[in-house]
């Protein structure tokens, strides 16, 4: 081995960050025979350089400021692990790239707020890490079904999500009960509001869509709903029509534009991606030529981000360079509104049990030209709140918001009703 | 779009070979831009000039010899559809080497037995649709999961026996009624032998293996057994075990070298792998910082191969380019005798229903120190054959083979017995 060593930086010696020191160091060898040479880390930038974080940093040299990595000239390539959309990730991210140095992020954040103008900045910047962990889904979508004209990508792009639903529905629990759990456990954060209510798989599916429809990434047009409204009694009643209740993003490719959505979806349980549980993540993406393709793994945690990072690494060693969002010129493809999605739905209802009630409910779908596939009528209690679950052919979201509001305003109807889109995967 | 055109090669136009074509002519746009420039197909050599394959050959050259389309100086890489190890595949994917032109291929059965000598002769080798059609595990393995020491890769190989195995379980059928029905509907070839008895999966494996542990490949090691001993009883039995029987190609990294090895397997229900059904393929890979990595979709079909030939295509338009192996110096791992194998088996047997039979079964079995862990005796007709079923704990192959020996010889043992490999995947 006689080419010269890649030297790297890294900002921000958090999970990510000390994980890609590790990794770099147990894995060096076999590293060094993928990438055609050494990949050493030469610099770092932390908050506090005294913490202990299970990696030796000597002979490095330390950077109070991770911007200032971008013009040591010693460095090939930062490695930015530092997170956000803001603040010192963009401005390291920024420098780096002016000063034309390569730049590998686990940030999905970044990417999906600024990433159409970092790309406009030129220079090479990678970021397998940003969408589902260890699952090299990235590179599976740039290049490996580059040839297809993809009509559907869409996944189980956050672990803690799944990890809730999944416990939800093996133990019968609540929410509020498994969040609590799941925080004490390590696999929610104190503040859960980033993944519980869909922010980051909305960053995720952005970053997807923009790569699968060669457009610039759009994360204002994602629609958002987490999961929080999900009840332990639609997880019952999902499984008895033979659905699981999953947290999706989901990007389709009309005629007409591109729709990006994440929300919880009730998938049929023979679907290979209802099976997906707990921690793990996946990533579905269906073309004209390849068919329908699964990627599935772990979408979190240091071991499996590090991986993803280092495959970019040793990309850049070897030369492999792929254009951010996959190609040079992009399309200008519309993103289309939500109101404008065509589903089939699941709405559940607690009614009071008074004759009438259901003929109320039916008339005003059929007013809005809604067209039923089942109704589910669970339990008799005279006067009193009992559960109706009602399934829908496919119609329009907006003709559903029109008769949800209807329905919600039914003096018999006393919980706003529950709506799970339904999905074919 | 300024670049040149790449200029390609098409040798072959079987069902690959004209999915390449079509591939190429309806996705155009998407692909130029992908590759940063146009793809074109200029050259073309195939059987019969005058046949009609649903592509237009109009302002191609056409060879009758495949081997002359080396030396065209207009063709920038050669792509080779013929299929076999030996002849003209050969003698061409040799050519064009020689001749410093990359070459692209889908042939499994050339890169298993020459792989090795092939790579030695230097130049660019690329072979995404040699496994797993539209599935990019050749890219993820060499690529995306580089930076793991991978201790395991394993997958569904091979189409037409997941399909006979996956219809004889849904419908009860014996394995002889599936295949002539597969044969009838396209899903098997007239000669079904090198899906059905496992070389195709082998070769398959013997490249992921290959790949995954950076050393020569090595198809001579692979142990071998198709699917045609699975019997109807067998698969019901599985089935009330909590076991899916699939044929698996398993490559396992231990510290004394590598085994690979076809076979059908046991994989408990709840496995991801277990899943996978029909037609489709399935490949994991097991590394030190990924976690476990599953990648399911089309392995065989036009479209699929043709997607995989066309993305090795874009990557070579754009340059990015992987040593053959993942490496340029490969590990001289030694390769693991299935003696060695370690592992848990199911046992079928066909008794004579007699007193002492199941005391002379495991007595042999604890003469062999291989411990039970559990049987299952169903029906009893004195005097009559009934079966009886075992399962053991971990035990070596080599005590296996001998027990099982001991176990046909015994003569209340009225056939000879079924055994299938439990693997925990």
């Not at 990007?251 to 998938?267: I, L």
């Not at 499996?304 to 070897?318: C, E, G, K, N, Y």
Request: charged share 20%.
């Amino acid at each position: 081995m006689t080419a010269r060593p890649l030297a790297i930086a890294i900002a921000g010696l958090g999970t990510v960050g000390a994980g890609v020191a590790k990794l770099l160091r147990d894995n060096a060898d076999l590293i060094a025979a993928r990438a055609g040479r050494p990949i050493v880390v030469t610099a770092i930038s932390a908050r506090d350089r005294h913490k202990d974080r299970g990696v030796a940093t000597g002979g490095m040299r330390w950077y109070d400021d991770p911007v200032a990595l971008a013009d040591d000239a010693g460095v090939d390539v930062v490695v930015e692990t530092i997170g956000g959309s803001e603040g010192p990730a963009r401005a390291l991210v920024e420098a780096a790239l002016t000063a034309g140095k390569p730049v590998v992020t686990a940030n999905k954040a970044l990417l999906a707020v600024h990433g159409a103008a970092l790309a406009r900045m030129g220079g090479t910047l990678a970021f397998e890490a940003a969408v589902a962990g260890g699952i090299p889904a990235i590179k599976a979508i740039r290049e490996g079904l580059a040839a297809n004209r993809l009509s559907r990508v869409a996944g189980i792009l956050n672990g803690t999500c799944n990890y809730v639903l999944t416990t939800m529905r093996e133990r019968g629990l609540q929410f509020a009960e498994v969040l609590h759990e799941a925080q004490k456990l390590g696999y929610a954060e104190a503040d859960p509001a980033f993944d519980i209510d869909g922010v980051d798989a909305a960053h995720k599916l952005a970053i997807l869509a923009a790569l699968a429809f060669g457009r610039p990434v759009d994360l204002a047009a994602v629609h958002i709903e987490g999961i929080r409204g999900v009840s332990a009694l639609d997880i019952a009643l999902a499984e008895e029509l033979g659905f699981r209740i999953k947290l999706l993003g989901i990007a389709t490719r009309s005629a007409g534009g591109v729709s990006t959505r994440v929300h919880p979806c009730m998938v049929p349980k023979g679907a290979a991606i209802a099976r997906v549980e707990g921690v793990f993540n996946a990533v579905v993406a269906e073309g004209d030529f390849c068919g329908r393709v699964m990627l599935e793994g772990r979408g979190a945690g240091a071991g499996p981000t590090a991986s993803a990072v280092v495959a970019d690494l040793i990309d850049i060693a070897r030369g492999r360079l792929t254009p951010v969002w996959g190609a040079e010129a992009l399309d200008d493809v519309p993103s289309l509104p939500m109101e404008a999605h065509v589903g089939a739905y699941y709405l559940r209802l607690m009614v009071l049990d008074r004759p009438g009630v259901i003929a109320d409910v039916t008339g005003i779908l059929r007013d809005e030209r809604i067209s039923l596939e089942s109704m589910l009528q669970r339990g008799r209690a005279p006067g009193e709140a009992v559960p109706v679950v009602l399934t829908t052919h496919d119609c329009e979201e907006r003709q559903m918001r029109v008769a949800i509001a209807r329905i919600a305003a039914l003096e018999t109807v006393v919980e706003p009703p529950a709506l799970i889109r339904i999905e074919a995967l």
